[in-house]
Structure formats: C-alpha cells, structure tokens
C-alpha cells in the first residue's frame, strides 16, 4: 500500500488527512472517510463512525502507524469504500508523507562518501568504516511534495540529496540487525537540503550541522509499505533539475546495509512509531558529487523506483532572518 498525507480546507482552518495513494488509478482514497463509510454500511452511527474513523486515521501518519497492524489492516478494509470518498490525485494539495517524532540521517553508501570527500581532495575518516554515521534534524521544517524549499541567505550552495527514507512501524531498542526490518513500516524518498558552504563552516565546530541542514527536509511523495519492496537494493533513481537529468543513481555499494543502520540507531537510544531514518545520499545523488548546486526558482525532482517523484521548487528569493551574531574576537589568533 502507499501512503501519504493531503491538506484539505475546511471553515476551520487546513485539516491534514492521511491517504492510500493509488496512482494507477489516478486517485487517492481518505481513509478516514472511506472508513467511517464502511461502519455505516454495517450499523454504525454517522458520528460514531466518524469518530472511530479519525481515531484509526488522525492526520499524524506517525500517530496512525502506532496502532500497529490494526492500521494496515483497517487501512485496507476501508477501501471497500473507495469509490466514494476518492480524489484525483492531481488535484490534491500534498504535505510530507510523514510527520516524524525524530529524525535521523544516516551516512551508508561509498560512493557517495568517496565523490564528497574528493570534492575538497580528503581521505574519508576512518570513523565512517568503524560504525554507521548518523546525525539528528529538526521536525519543525519538514516539507512535502510541491512545497517550496526556502533558500538561506547565508549560502551561495544550496544543494538536493537523493536518499532512501526508512520509516519506522513499531518501537524497538538495542536491536540486532536481523530483528531491525521487522520495525521498519515502509520506504519514502528522503531529500536532505544542504548549505554546503555553510556545512564546512558548521564542521569544524564539532557538534554536528546546524543551519546547514535543519532549514528543510522533504520526505514524499508519499510512503510505500515494505510488503511491496521485493529488494531494498538495487532500486533505480534519478535526479532533474528544470527537466535536466542530473545524475542516474542506484541503491548499492553499502558501507553498512540497512538492517545495520536501523539497528546500530537503537542501540542504547530507541525506535518510535513514526522515526523516519535517512540511508544517506545515494551515489551521485548529490549536486556536490558533479559540482552542480541550485538556483532561486529551480525546480527539482528526485524519482526512486518502487516509490515516485518528490518534486520540490527552490523559493524564487532568498531567505533573510531578522537578527544574525556578530563574530567575536578570536582568543587564540597566533598560537596556531
């Protein structure tokens, strides 16, 4: 099944619905009203059903994949009522496919680790072959497919990162990798925004991006449930930018694999219903890789096979916040 999330207007203001995506067919299906459909049909009061149904289906796909198997399941039984509570897909208005409690955002592929760090002519450290890198991202700017991506002022090299997005269905803590798909709910695509000018300066701090990173995350167009990956690896992406095609990518050449990545995560933290864990940038599915970054206005799409398109327009000005610090006086200057 595939999953996403709409906004849909309403006298009270955006309400946020969770939907089954069916885009063979053109449509997507609100599942709390498709569900609350299918209770009428067998008894069920108007607004008792319309209360069950949003209980099962909130507009938190975090909170709705926390029920466990009784969303997949109830998620599928509402179908029987699809036809009256569909929508054409091209005119809905989408938000991120999920809304996470906690993001992580791994480092796994080697190809993508050896072009990055020849870019500034480095050897990788030897701690990215020790264990699975990961660093944590802000949930308050989480964009969906169509959403405009802000561009900071403080950047000349804003750039896209074609990722595989890991989807977390139940909690789990000090897993071992042959335990960790089993918490695994399903796949989206994972765009990691980057400054990566500002990313060289926020390093050498030495507490992890900053800036550089938590001013935009994308996930969407929407998830697919793990039942209709047949392999992880293997799957085919592409990056366009205006139509361009950038870079052809493809899941392979891990550092660690996926069940190591979801597993080390949890060690000695925890896995929640929701979690959303980034594999890291495909190879060449950045526009570091081939010294291309954006542009005011571009549009980008980013496609992973088996999942979509997550289409993305880069904000036609740049971003300037209202207060910025002052540099202090360097304390040490002449004793390097």
Do not use: C
Not at 115 to 138: D, L, Q, W
Not at 249 to 269: G, M, Q, R
């Amino acid at each position: 099944m595939k999953l996403g999330r709409i906004a849909v207007p309403t006298v009270d203001g955006e309400q946020i619905r969770v939907v089954a995506v069916e885009p063979e067919a053109g449509r997507v299906v609100d599942l709390a009203r498709a569900y609350a459909l299918t209770l009428e049909r067998t008894g069920a009061s108007a607004s008792r059903a319309r209360e069950l149904a949003l209980t099962l289906f909130p507009g938190s796909l975090a909170a709705g994949i926390a029920s466990g198997d009784t969303f997949l399941e109830s998620a599928h039984a509402a179908l029987a009522a699809a036809d009256d509570a569909s929508t054409p897909i091209e005119q809905v208005e989408w938000r991120a496919a999920i809304d996470p409690p906690m993001i992580r955002d791994g480092l796994t592929f080697a190809t993508h680790i050896e072009n990055y760090f020849g870019t500034v002519n480095a050897i990788p450290p030897r701690a990215i072959y020790e264990r699975p890198g990961y660093f944590k991202g802000s949930t308050a700017t989480v964009y969906g497919p169509e959403q405009t991506i802000p561009f900071p002022d403080i950047s000349q090299k804003l750039d896209y990162e074609l990722e595989i997005g890991y989807v977390i269905g139940r909690s789990g803590r000090n897993l071992t990798p042959d335990e960790a798909m089993d918490h695994v709910f399903g796949v989206t695509i994972f765009s990691d925004w980057s400054l990566r000018d500002v990313q060289s300066l926020e390093s050498s701090v030495g507490m992890g991006p900053q800036h550089s990173k938590d001013f935009a995350f994308s996930f969407g167009p929407w998830i697919t449930t793990l039942d209709e990956i047949e392999s992880i690896e293997g799957l085919r992406g592409q990056v366009r930018v205006n139509g361009e095609v950038r870079s052809n990518t493809k899941i392979e050449n891990f550092v660690y694999t996926p069940e190591e990545l979801v597993a080390f995560v949890s060690v000695f933290d925890g896995l929640q219903a929701g979690d959303i864990i980034g594999s890291g940038t495909m190879g060449f599915g950045a526009g570091v890789e081939i010294g291309r970054f954006l542009e005011l206005g571009d549009v980008v799409e980013l496609e992973l096979e088996g999942v979509g398109v997550l289409r993305n327009t880069i904000a036609t000005e740049k971003e300037t916040p209202p207060w910025w610090p002052a540099a202090r006086t360097y304390p040490f200057e002449g004793e390097q």
